[in-house]
């Protein structure tokens, strides 16, 4: 079979671009159309929306998606595989095959179930099995709040069984990202459990292709030299029986797709070079690049190996109760007010007994400035408690009560409202074993699906995030000493280093890479080692910080456990995602040789 498979993604995150999917199906050829809906917090969010009335846990943007594009599919034979069943896949493909009817299409629907755990958990813990904090090694018997979602994450085998019997259009919870390629190509390809070099080509294609825009410029370091910005054209992986695999997209769409661009991807919300998915372990330190004409980049030399033999599975615990207010503080002595307001507010603080309060203050402030804004800087407050009540009302009133009676300019965003529930992210595993996963097939029929970790997969070890101290991964080459001051200018690392970053809970990921390949030495100076990266992030001062080389993409990948606290949907920070924590790093000044500046020899 020479000819590859077409999959296109139209989808990185519930609330993307609406059209995208229509834009993927009319914009040219398409085997598969993919999209990726979930992440840790969006099954948080779905759980939300299930608990008002009416409300369903699945994207329901999905759905209207499909009213524009299910027919143009079924006419080309176009495969929609998707996770967009969020906390009930058998009610997205209910629905599913409820708009066929009304448009009048006769369209085969399978879903994949079987990851939510919740409804076993306690099962679970009564067996022995503690669910421990994979970043902290606590047991979820400890977080003392009871579990709202707990959903393993599947492969891509259940997709294949029901692509095999017929279904047109695939469905599933949370399944690993990747998996959304993994399942069409091997089911196309007639790939087994084993073909793991095969199986990790296909995880990096799902890789690059999962967040949509950003293989093809979205959110890039050098955004400035990308055309067409305005309007990006999503991805799309010509994946190939070997595994190997082209990266493209549509002709005349926004954007670019180079080796660049790619790399970016390849290094986002990764931790260490073995990138454990369910099926397989793909060793991204082996991937090689190479430029296959315009917008066109060559995936090749991946290995893989077997996967572990635990399944991952994501914990959306009950958190507490949260409010919020900010002050703005303009022109001078911004230290000063900032400290009075913690002052005045500090006997309500004591007297509500919070569980946490964060003090935030941000110095966006300039001096005799030309415009009233950029005289601001910021203080919020974040509060967390177990009692609602303790921080609504009473928060409030103590903060509009100061609005005659504080600092001079006295002014903020918005008086704080009732307290707010929040989660928390609880990653965990289980045995693979005891994973239960069902494709449910267009005709109705249930085929129970091994997960490849029960019987091929490899113990995944002792792996902590936090508290097991640095990790410098790679050759054991750090570039050598930096240079000395004299030899050099301080210039921001961006000028000759991108850089992609986010998260994974309360882990924060950055991924650094040279253009140049003879840059690399240099990037391993700067950003190579655990003492080097704190230089750049003093925030990580007290935090284990672990920093694998890829020399093959010329990169290092830096992972930070701890910086984020307990993830996105707790956390106090202005950036909790850790989406702009790349760009900072990139604006710090670090010595660069005057010889590194010229330009490269075409």
Same mark, same amino acid.
């Not at 179930?113 to 503690?130: F, K, M, N, S, V």
């Not at 047109?168 to 993994?182: H, K």
């Not at 002792?462 to 080459?477: F, K, N, P, R």
């Not at 935090?543 to 701890?562: S, Y």
């Given at each position: 079979?020479?000819?590859?498979?077409?999959?296109?993604?139209?989808?990185?995150?519930?609330?993307?671009?609406?059209?995208?999917?229509?834009?993927?199906?009319?914009?040219?050829?398409?085997?598969?159309?993919?999209?990726?809906?979930?992440?840790?917090?969006?099954?948080?969010?779905?759980?939300?929306?299930?608990?008002?009335?009416?409300?369903?846990?699945?994207?329901?943007?999905?759905?209207?998606?499909?009213?524009?594009?299910?027919?143009?599919?079924?006419?080309?034979?176009?495969?929609?595989?998707?996770?967009?069943?969020?906390?009930d896949p058998a009610g997205l493909a209910a629905a599913l095959r409820e708009l066929a009817g009304e448009l009048g299409l006769d369209?085969?629907?399978?879903?994949?179930?079987?990851?939510?755990?919740?409804?076993?958990?306690?099962?679970?813990?009564?067996?022995?099995?503690?669910?421990?904090?994979?970043?902290?090694?606590?047991?979820?018997?400890?977080?003392?709040?009871?579990?709202?979602?707990?959903?393993?994450?599947?492969?891509?085998?259940?997709?294949?069984?029901?692509?095999?019997?017929?279904?047109?259009?695939?469905?599933?919870?949370?399944?690993?990202?990747?998996?959304?390629?993994?399942?069409?190509?091997?089911?196309?390809?007639?790939?087994?459990?084993?073909?793991?070099?095969?199986?990790?080509?296909?995880?990096?294609?799902?890789?690059?292709?999962?967040?949509?825009?950003?293989?093809?410029?979205?959110?890039?370091?050098?955004?400035?030299?990308?055309?067409?910005?305005?309007?990006?054209?999503?991805?799309?992986?010509?994946?190939?029986?070997?595994?190997?695999?082209?990266?493209?997209?549509?002709?005349?769409?926004?954007?670019?797709?180079?080796? +660049?661009?790619?790399? %970016?991807?390849?290094?986002? @919300? *990764? $931790?260490?070079?073995? /990138?454990?998915?369910?099926? &397989? =372990? !793909?060793?991204?330190?082996?991937?090689?690049?190479?430029?296959?004409?315009?917008?066109?980049?060559?995936?090749?030399?991946?290995?893989?190996?077997?996967?572990?033999?635990?399944?991952?599975?994501?914990?959306?615990?009950?958190?507490?109760?949260?409010?919020?207010?900010?002050?703005?503080?303009?022109?001078?002595?911004?230290?000063?007010?900032?400290?009075?307001?913690?002052?005045?507010?500090?006997?309500?603080?004591?007297?509500?007994?919070?569980?946490?309060?964060?003090?935030?203050?941000?110095?966006?402030?300039?001096?005799?400035?030309?415009?009233?804004?950029?005289?601001?800087?910021?203080?919020?407050?974040?509060?967390?408690?177990?009692?609602?009540?303790?921080? +609504?009302?009473?928060? %409030?009133?103590?903060?509009? @009560? *100061? $609005?005659?009676?504080? /600092?001079?300019?006295?002014? &903020? =965003? !918005?008086?704080?409202?009732?307290?707010?529930?929040?989660?928390?992210?609880?990653?965990?595993?289980?045995?693979?074993?005891?994973?239960?996963?069902?494709?449910?097939?267009?005709?109705?029929?249930?085929?129970?699906?091994?997960?490849?970790?029960?019987?091929?997969?490899?113990?995944?070890?002792?792996?902590?995030?936090?508290?097991?101290?640095?990790?410098?991964?790679?050759?054991?080459?750090?570039?050598?000493?930096?240079?000395?001051?004299?030899?050099?200018?301080?210039?921001?690392?961006?000028?000759?280093?991108?850089?992609?970053?986010?998260?994974?809970?309360?882990?924060?990921?950055?991924?650094?890479?040279?253009?140049?390949?003879?840059?690399?030495?240099?990037?391993?100076?700067?950003?190579?080692?655990?003492?080097?990266?704190?230089?750049?992030?003093?925030?990580?001062?007290?935090?284990?910080?672990?920093?694998?080389?890829?020399?093959?993409?010329?990169?290092?990948?830096?992972?930070?456990?701890?910086?984020?606290?307990?993830?996105?949907?707790?956390?106090?920070?202005?950036?909790?995602?850790?989406?702009?924590?790349?760009?900072?790093?990139?604006?710090?000044?670090?010595?660069?040789?005057?010889?590194?500046?010229?330009?490269?020899?075409?």
């Amino acid at each position: 079979m020479d000819a590859p498979l077409r999959i296109g993604n139209c989808s990185g995150f519930y609330g993307d671009r609406f059209a995208a999917a229509r834009e993927q199906v009319e914009g040219g050829p398409l085997d598969v159309l993919t999209g990726d809906y979930l992440a840790e917090l969006t099954m948080l969010i779905l759980w939300r929306a299930q608990q008002k009335p009416g409300g369903v846990g699945y994207a329901k943007t999905f759905l209207r998606q499909m009213r524009e594009v299910l027919e143009p599919c079924v006419r080309r034979g176009i495969r929609v595989v998707v996770n967009a069943g969020g906390l009930d896949p058998a009610g997205l493909a209910a629905a599913l095959r409820e708009l066929a009817g009304e448009l009048g299409l006769d369209v085969a629907v399978g879903h994949v179930e079987g990851d939510d755990l919740r409804p076993r958990l306690a099962t679970l813990q009564a067996d022995g099995h503690a669910l421990a904090h994979l970043d902290t090694g606590r047991p979820l018997a400890a977080a003392g709040a009871p579990a709202l979602t707990a959903n393993a994450y599947l492969g891509g085998w259940g997709i294949a069984a029901a692509l095999d019997a017929g279904a047109q259009v695939v469905v599933t919870g949370r399944v690993s990202d990747a998996s959304l390629v993994v399942g069409p190509a091997a089911a196309h390809f007639g790939w087994s459990r084993r073909d793991w070099d095969r199986l990790a080509g296909a995880v990096v294609a799902g890789h690059v292709l999962e967040c949509g825009a950003q293989a093809t410029g979205g959110n890039y370091a050098f955004f400035t030299e990308v055309p067409g910005m305005e309007h990006l054209g999503f991805p799309i992986a010509e994946v190939h029986a070997d595994g190997t695999s082209v990266v493209t997209k549509h002709p005349g769409t926004g954007g670019r797709v180079d080796v +660049g661009t790619v790399t %970016a991807q390849l290094l986002y @919300e *990764l $931790g260490e070079p073995a /990138y454990r998915n369910p099926d &397989v =372990t !793909a060793h991204f330190d082996t991937i090689r690049l190479a430029t296959d004409g315009d917008d066109r980049v060559r995936i090749e030399g991946v290995r893989g190996s077997p996967p572990p033999s635990t399944s991952k599975v994501c914990v959306n615990a009950f958190g507490g109760f949260r409010n919020r207010v900010t002050f703005v503080l303009t022109g001078l002595d911004v230290e000063a007010k900032a400290d009075l307001v913690r002052r005045q507010l500090d006997p309500v603080l004591r007297a509500a007994a919070p569980d946490l309060v964060d003090w935030r203050l941000v110095r966006s402030d300039h001096l005799d400035s030309d415009d009233n804004a950029a005289a601001t800087a910021s203080l919020t407050l974040t509060v967390h408690h177990h009692d609602a009540d303790a921080i +609504g009302r009473p928060l %409030a009133g103590a903060c509009v @009560e *100061l $609005g005659l009676a504080s /600092y001079p300019g006295f002014t &903020v =965003t !918005a008086p704080p409202s009732d307290a707010e529930p929040f989660g928390r992210y609880w990653p965990t595993t289980v045995p693979a074993a005891l994973v239960e996963e069902v494709a449910v097939l267009p005709d109705g029929g249930r085929r129970p699906i091994t997960q490849t970790g029960a019987d091929l997969g490899e113990p995944a070890g002792a792996v902590s995030s936090a508290g097991s101290g640095d990790v410098t991964s790679g050759d054991g080459h750090d570039g050598g000493a930096l240079p000395t001051a004299g030899t050099t200018r301080q210039l921001p690392l961006g000028v000759l280093a991108g850089a992609r970053s986010g998260d994974k809970g309360g882990i924060a990921n950055v991924g650094l890479w040279v253009r140049n390949p003879d840059h690399y030495p240099w990037l391993l100076q700067v950003a190579g080692t655990a003492d080097a990266v704190r230089r750049l992030l003093p925030e990580a001062a007290g935090l284990p910080v672990r920093v694998h080389h890829l020399p093959r993409l010329a990169a290092v990948n830096v992972v930070v456990p701890g910086l984020l606290g307990d993830g996105v949907a707790s956390s106090t920070r202005p950036d909790p995602q850790a989406k702009g924590l790349g760009e900072y790093l990139r604006s710090r000044l670090v010595p660069v040789q005057p010889a590194l500046l010229e330009p490269r020899p075409t």
